[in-house]
């Protein structure tokens, strides 16, 4: 096959996807309805919902057209279909394609990202960025989305999904029957271990019910809480990621 035939084929494969995710939907549904139960326990603000993926689609010379159609194809598996914006960027052995939708509520940042190898076919990453601000379960449905677009396209990614919240007074509890706790409960998760440095407490944990993990001191890990109380305001600051939290904290 020929190296335009193969990016013909690549984009047809792209633009089929949206047939496919209705296939396998129901694959994680119980995650995302124990995820929205578990953050009723959250009596206040959800304020920002953020899902992230990276993956390594192939190695092969792909023209900027064949990026921007492939990146095209990939908005419209998120529901993404006009106003959307390109532009480029690049640097030291590496050139991107971007395209950003700036919606009411979200912000999405969809890349394709060439590395240069040296006498070898640049390499080609997909890189997505989901900024939203909204119900919990608008914040899940775009993480199984991501998800399903990336596993349906044959690309190993990582996917991950951080919620930013606040409650009133200090919910710091680490006991059991607290905040961290009740959360871990709802998502049938177990905890892995607990640190405290500098006011600020971290609980990671593993549920079944999610199949990514990452390996903590030889453990099982893809749940993160993390909690910070701020005296002046009397607020608790509070993020949750799966499989882990991102953002600086």
Do not use: C
């Not at 598996?77 to 959307?84: A, R």
């Amino acid at each position: 096959m020929t190296r335009k035939a193969k990016i013909s084929f690549l984009i047809v494969v792209w633009s089929i996807v949206v047939v496919q995710m209705h296939v396998n939907y129901q694959q994680h549904i119980q995650l995302q309805q124990s995820t929205v139960t578990a953050f009723s326990v959250v009596k206040d603000e959800v304020t920002k919902e953020t899902v992230q993926g990276y993956g390594k689609f192939g190695d092969m010379e792909l023209s900027a057209a064949s990026r921007k159609k492939m990146l095209e194809n990939l908005a419209q598996k998120l529901g993404i279909t006009d106003g959307y914006t390109y532009s480029g960027a690049n640097g030291d052995g590496y050139e991107k394609v971007i395209l950003t939708k700036k919606g009411k509520r979200a912000t999405t940042v969809l890349q394709i990202i060439s590395m240069e190898q040296e006498q070898k076919d640049p390499e080609q990453y997909i890189a997505v960025s989901i900024v939203s601000e909204g119900k919990v379960e608008q914040g899940v449905s775009l993480y199984q989305k991501v998800k399903r677009v990336y596993e349906e396209i044959g690309v190993e990614a990582q996917v991950s999904l951080e919620i930013e919240a606040t409650q009133e007074g200090n919910q710091i509890d680490l006991e059991k029957g607290g905040l961290p706790d009740q959360i871990f409960r709802f998502v049938h998760a177990k905890k892995v271990d607990v640190i405290k440095e500098n006011d600020i407490y971290t609980v990671y944990g593993y549920t079944r019910l999610e199949d990514r993990y990452l390996m903590l001191n030889k453990q099982k890990v893809n749940i993160q809480i993390v909690m910070r109380y701020d005296k002046t305001k009397d607020q608790t600051y509070l993020k949750v990621g799966v499989p882990i939290v991102n953002s600086s904290y």
